[in-house]
């Protein structure tokens, strides 16, 4: 299956337009937004697990980054509530499940395959260290290759960010318009390699979950 695998184009998935579509495991349901692949796929997807849903146990050999944007979502590690970042790497294995139900945005097989760092971050707690200019970012991951983070923008912002690499931008609250194009909550853009995001936040101001410089191996189609 290839789903808005040209990665050299620019890409937009409304959450509203998406149709959920039932995943192999009861209860768990999902909105693809793109995919290279079957079952096991390269894949960024919104997820949601039904109250006492699960996934049997497997190993993620690509990798698994996701955030928990609604209840809490579960594996044998702990509990994960909503606005938990969490990053699984290459040969990690879980059992995730959802007691009382949640929704994730989730991306698979997308890491660098020598990556072994696990990362746990719940965004509800203010960061140790926060940018002196007040530029409203939450650091959640960063090395060469890629940059995660959220940001908050004002209402009415106009927000320019150069993206050499690529960029993914999803909306967690509020909402901007990009390109004569309005974004609202849970919808998701992504721009190609050597793209210049414009945008100007909505009058609720927006919160946005930003992950860019990790598209330039995938500029050509796939």
Do not use: C
Request: no cysteine; aromatic share 10%; glycine share 10%.
């Amino acid at each position: 299956m290839k789903l808005n695998a040209d990665f050299s184009k620019r890409v937009a998935v409304h959450f509203a337009e998406t149709d959920w579509v039932a995943s192999p495991a009861a209860g768990v349901e999902r909105k693809m937004l793109d995919r290279i692949g079957d079952e096991v796929a390269r894949a960024t997807t919104i997820v949601r697990f039904a109250p006492g849903s699960a996934f049997a146990a497997h190993t993620h050999d690509g990798g698994e980054e996701y955030l928990v944007l609604d209840g809490v979502f579960q594996d044998e590690t702990g509990d994960f509530p909503t606005g938990s970042y969490v990053r699984n790497p290459p040969t990690s294995r879980h059992a995730p499940a959802a007691q009382d139900g949640a929704t994730i945005l989730v991306k698979l097989h997308q890491f660098d395959p020598d990556d072994r760092t696990h990362v746990t971050i719940n965004t509800n707690i203010p960061p140790a260290t926060r940018p002196a200019d007040g530029s409203g970012i939450y650091p959640l991951f960063r090395d060469t290759r890629e940059n995660v983070r959220l940001e908050t923008w004002p209402e009415g912002a106009a927000v320019e960010v150069t993206a050499p690499g690529g960029i993914e931008i999803f909306v967690l609250e509020g909402g901007f318009t990009e390109s004569g194009e309005a974004f609202d909550r849970w919808d998701w853009l992504r721009l190609p390699p050597g793209a210049v995001f414009q945008g100007s936040a909505g009058l609720d101001g927006a919160k946005v979950w930003i992950k860019s410089g990790h598209l330039s191996d995938m500029a050509m189609p796939a």
